[in-house]
C-alpha cells in the first residue's frame, strides 16, 4: 500500500520560499501523478499542482503560477513543491496525493476525486 509523507513545513515571511517534500514507501511512485493539494483555515481543500508520472508535464493554479514549482525524483521515490515569493494567503495545511495514471497533468488532475492515496499535510505559515 503506497504511503505518502509530507515534510518541510513550517512559518516563512512573505516574500520568502520552503520547499516540501513527500516521500513514497510502500510502492515505487514511476506511475502515479502527484497532486499538490491545500488547506487553508476554515476553507475547503484545492488543488494547486500537479505533475505526471515521469515529470514530463505539470500543471498549476494561477494563485500559484510563476511562484511554485513541482518536481520529482522517481529514483528517490520523492516529490517536491519549491514555494518562492510567498504570501500570507498561502497559508494552509499543504497535502501530496497520488494517483495512479500515466497521463499528463489536465485539470481534472487537480481535483481530489482523482486521488487515492493521501499524506498527512504539512503546515506552511506565511507570516511577519
Known amino acids: 500500500q503506497l504511503q505518502l509523507v509530507e515534510s518541510g513545513g513550517g512559518l516563512v515571511e512573505p516574500g520568502g520560499s520552503l520547499r516540501l517534500s513527500c516521500v513514497a514507501s510502500?510502492?515505487?511512485?514511476?506511475?502515479?501523478?502527484i497532486g499538490w493539494f491545500r488547506q487553508a483555515p476554515g476553507q475547503a481543500r484545492e488543488g494547486i499542482s500537479c505533475i505526471s508520472s515521469r515529470g514530463g508535464g505539470t500543471n498549476y493554479v494561477d494563485a500559484v503560477k510563476g511562484r511554485f514549482i513541482a518536481s520529482r525524483h522517481n529514483a528517490k521515490n520523492t516529490a517536491y513543491l519549491q514555494m518562492n515569493n510567498l504570501k500570507p494567503e498561502d497559508t494552509a495545511v499543504y497535502y501530496c496525493?497520488?494517483?495512479?495514471?500515466?497521463?499528463?497533468?489536465?485539470?481534472?488532475?487537480?481535483?481530489?476525486?482523482?486521488?487515492?492515496?493521501w499524506g498527512r499535510g504539512a503546515r506552511v505559515t506565511v507570516s511577519s
Open positions: 510502500g510502492s515505487t511512485l514511476d506511475n502515479y501523478a
Open positions: 496525493a497520488a494517483a495512479e495514471t500515466l497521463d499528463f497533468c489536465t485539470p481534472r488532475l487537480l481535483y481530489m476525486s482523482e486521488y487515492a492515496h
